[in-house]
């Protein structure tokens, strides 16, 4: 399966480590990251070097091209609001915002509001929990149809 993960370039980042794992995890289940640059270190600098016209077309080529959009939106976000709202408003494609417990305070109403039947929120302490649900949702023998709540 063909994964967009997204997480932020120019928010809070703080919460790199979690969605390391999540993209490690999601590729050992055997799935495509497409944005698996997101969670480098250099990630920002490297966009930078790209412009900003050019990440637009391949970040909504990519979404054209995803399964499913994993977002961590624990570090607040435009692109990730965009990119989330863009596949619920203009697609049937799943949708599944993490967000770490701690950073509950800092994460926008309209995300933790989200009641889109195609979006899945799931709220998490450890990397661990995150992990579990990864590996139930997106198991080896789960395809696209196996995303869906």
């Not at 497409?34 to 270190?41: A, P």
């Not at 637009?56 to 976000?77: H, K, N, P």
């Amino acid at each position: 399966m063909k994964i967009y993960f997204g997480f932020t370039m120019a928010g809070d980042r703080s919460t790199v480590a979690a969605a390391r794992g999540m993209v490690q995890r999601l590729e050992e289940l055997g799935h495509t990251v497409l944005t698996r640059h997101l969670v480098s270190d250099d990630a920002r600098d490297a966009d930078r070097s790209l412009g900003p016209a050019a990440v637009y077309q391949r970040d909504t080529a990519w979404l054209g091209q995803c399964d499913v959009f994993i977002g961590e939106i624990s570090g607040s976000s435009f692109g990730l609001g965009f990119e989330a709202g863009y596949l619920l408003g203009a697609t049937t494609k799943q949708v599944i915002l993490f967000y770490n417990m701690a950073f509950r305070d800092k994460i926008s109403f309209m995300a933790l509001g989200n009641s889109h039947p195609n979006c899945t929120l799931f709220p998490y302490s450890t990397l661990a929990e995150a992990e579990a649900f990864i590996r139930t949702r997106f198991g080896r023998a789960a395809g696209p149809e196996g995303v869906s709540p």
